[in-house]
């Protein structure tokens, strides 16, 4: 099986971007014990992290109120009936169950890592880290605020990934400054975030 192979059917089924690491990559970044690809599927070699673009709605409105950024009904009303929250991610699952089965087709061991649940709320983490994998896999750079900044959609968008135990070409980290190049964007994803924070 052949990298491009995959990429090509994960295109035709809606997939923006779609990169490899090597699990052995993945491992250089101290992966405790239960979150290395080997836990989740004996054997594994290679990490297919894959995107989608979630759909554009209005921009947050912002506005200061004794401290606290508020957003506006209308806002969160499209988020999820345009299919920013969870049905986008629940398509991109759909995905990568459509993609294991292809690889599978092909003699080959694969394993969907969803791109929300099974996640470890007291250690605020999922099974497999698509953050750090996709920009392991160059399709983007980890931001100052913790999100994923892309060349082309921003931070609007959804992660997947699946293990596969054959060693698939892979692809360079992610090689740009995009979080430097608008940092004043980066230092309001903070400010918002901190905000949230001290709500909760």
Known sequence: MKAKDVKTFAKEQGVDKI??????????????????????????????????????????????QEGKILGTPEHSINFVLLGSGWPGATH?????????????????????????????????RGIISHKHAAVKAGLDEMGLSTLLIT?????NVYLSSILADVELEEDGDFEGT??????????LAILARGAKDKRT
């Open 19 to 64: 990169g490899v690491v090597s699990t052995g990559r993945l491992l250089e970044e101290g992966l405790p014990k239960g979150y290395r690809p080997e836990d989740i599927l004996p054997g594994a070699k290679s990490l297919i992290v894959f995107l989608m673009r979630g759909i554009d709605t209005p921009r947050l409105g912002l506005e200061m």
């Open 92 to 124: 991109l699952d759909l995905i990568g169950y459509k993609m294991a089965r292809f690889m599978m087709r092909q003699g080959c061991k694969a394993i969907p890592i969803p791109s929300g649940h099974p996640y470890d709320k007291k250690q605020l």
């Open 151 to 155: 060349p082309e959609y921003g931070c």
């Open 178 to 187: 995009l979080c430097k190049d608008m940092q004043q964007s980066c230092s």
